[in-house]
């Protein structure tokens, strides 16, 4: 018969690493943002690029941290969940 259930702190482990990666992705995307507001650059690649930047990447960025925020929320519910069952 297959195991099921899983190991609460292998999975306390990954749902702090899912948060603390999603929190870097939320400053990395600040500061990049930051660094190319400052940045001297005109002409039409500067409009592209910020353009992109704007309406493309930093959401796309902004998701990603999101999505593993949520995958960390998913994993505590299951750790809590395990150890309900187990104590139960």
Do not use: C
């Not at 925020?69 to 187990?86: E, G, M, R």
């Amino acid at each position: 018969m297959p195991k099921l259930g899983l190991d609460p702190e292998a999975l306390a482990a990954l749902q702090r690493q899912l948060k603390a990666d999603a929190e870097a992705i939320k400053t990395l995307t600040a500061k990049l943002d930051g660094l190319l507001k400052a940045a001297w650059w005109e002409g039409p690649d500067a409009t592209r690029f910020r353009s992109d930047w704007d309406g493309i990447h930093k959401s796309q960025l902004g998701r990603i941290s999101l999505e593993l925020d949520n995958a960390a929320k998913n994993v505590a519910t299951n750790v809590t969940q395990q150890q309900q069952a187990s104590s139960g």
